[in-house]
Structures are given as structure tokens and as C-alpha cells.
């Protein structure tokens, strides 16, 4: 069975500043995708970024970015020039690329960040 | 705003009731989605419906049940409720077959439905 592992249960950083959450993972599958999901106090669960497991080119969007270490299953996320928008819990995601239990999220226990002014 | 629609937002309901949570995907999603989140068990997935067809069954209770209709909207069905069903349950969509595990697959979460059962 797949489990995600979030091992900072808090955080907090300065705005303008860099933070990078981590989080591991266990699977013994080789095609799957990984997954960050902001949960701001409002509860949405919004879609941070995304990570296919196939590609070693870490992924992208604008401030955040990845560090996606496939051999040592680790998929950490780095959020550059904080904002005090992006104070959220942030929950790291696996789901298996094949296979019946597609779109099984499974979630990490998350990680609440906190950014000062 | 994802595109995933739920209602209702928030519902109080006395232990031992019935309660339907209603979800509409994102327009051209065929795969919805049901997860729960509670402060003692995390964000769990529950079920996984693709073109009304069940595709997927997580940690779901007896004492629930999904369907997806031909419009594809879907509904979660929580019944003979107790205090620890009280949760914040979130649906979700997706576009792609994923059995054909084409990239690109991403879930779409709506606001969620609070249910406080008392």
C-alpha cells in the first residue's frame, strides 16, 4: 500500500522569503503522479502542482516549484517570495499512474504554513 | 472556482438520520470523485464513479452509498448517521479515462458539504 509522509506538521516564513515543505512517499510503483493541494481557511482544496513520475524535469508554476526525487521518494515543494495569500495547510497527494484505484488520491497528513508580515 | 459544484454547503442533522450530498462535475468530466475529511482521519478517499459506472472503493461505510447519474452529476448518500460522521466531505471530477492513464489526469476538488451530525 502507498503512504504519504508530511513530516513538518507547521511552518511559518517571513513574506518575500523561500519555503520548501517536504514530503515522502512509499510505493512500489514505477508510473504514478504526485501532487501538492493548498487548503487556504476557506477549506477549497485547490490544485498546487503536479508532478508525473516519468518525467525527471521538476515541475513548475510561477512561485512554486518542485524538487522530485524519484529513487529516494521524496517530493518536496518550494514556494518562492511568499505571500501572505499562500498561508495554508498544504497537503502533499499520490495517485497510481495504472490500474483499477486510479484517482485515488492518497493525501499526507499536511503541512499548516503560516507567512508573517 | 474549479467548476465542481456541491450542495449544500453546510447541513446539521441529528444522529441516526439520512442526508444526500449533491455534486455536479466540471462540464465534460466523467470521473467523480468522493473524499472525506475529518480532524481525526485525514482526507480519506471514499468512492470513484467514471460514466456512472463504480470504478473505485476506498474506506466507504456500509452505511453509505453513491451513485452517478446519466447527467453525470453525482450523489453521496450518508445514512443511520453518528457524531463521527460529522466531516467535511469534498467531491471531485476529473477529465481523462484514467484506466488509459493518460497524462494530464488532474482532480478538481469542489467547496466541499460540512455535515454536522448532533
Known amino acids: 500500500a502507498q503512504t504519504v509522509t508530511q513530516s513538518q506538521p507547521e511552518m511559518s516564513v517571513q513574506e518575500a522569503e523561500t519555503v520548501t515543505l517536504s514530503c515522502t512517499y512509499d510505493t512500489s510503483e514505477n508510473n504514478y503522479y504526485l501532487f501538492w493541494y493548498k487548503q487556504p481557511p476557506s477549506r477549497q482544496m485547490i490544485l498546487v502542482i503536479r508532478q508525473e513520475a516519468y518525467k525527471q524535469q521538476n515541475a513548475t508554476e510561477n512561485r512554486f516549484s518542485v524538487n522530485f526525487q524519484k529513487a529516494a521518494k521524496s517530493f518536496s515543494l518550494k514556494i518562492s517570495d511568499s505571500q501572505l495569500g499562500d498561508t495554508a495547510m498544504y497537503f502533499c497527494a499520490f495517485m497510481k499512474h495504472y490500474g483499477g484505484s486510479q484517482g485515488n488520491l492518497i493525501f499526507g497528513k499536511g503541512t499548516k504554513l503560516s507567512v508573517k508580515p | 472556482d474549479s467548476g465542481v459544484t456541491q450542495t449544500p454547503k453546510h447541513l446539521i442533522t441529528a444522529t441516526g438520520q439520512r442526508v444526500t450530498l449533491r455534486c455536479s462535475p466540471r462540464s465534460g468530466d466523467l470521473s467523480v470523485y468522493w473524499y472525506q475529511q475529518s480532524l481525526d482521519q485525514g482526507l480519506q478517499f471514499l468512492i470513484q464513479?467514471?460514466?456512472?459506472?463504480?470504478?473505485a472503493k476506498g474506506n466507504i461505510l456500509e452505511r453509505f452509498s453513491a451513485q452517478q447519474f446519466p447527467d453525470l452529476h453525482s450523489e453521496l448518500n450518508l445514512s443511520s448517521l453518528e457524531l463521527g460522521d460529522s466531516a467535511l466531505y469534498f467531491c471531485?471530477?476529473?477529465?481523462?479515462?484514467?484506466?488509459?492513464?493518460?497524462?494530464?489526469?488532474?482532480?478538481?476538488f469542489g467547496e466541499g458539504s460540512w455535515l454536522t451530525v448532533v
Open positions: 471531485a471530477s476529473s477529465t481523462r479515462d484514467d484506466l488509459r492513464g493518460l497524462a494530464g489526469n488532474t482532480i478538481y
Open positions: 464513479y467514471y460514466n456512472g459506472e463504480e470504478r
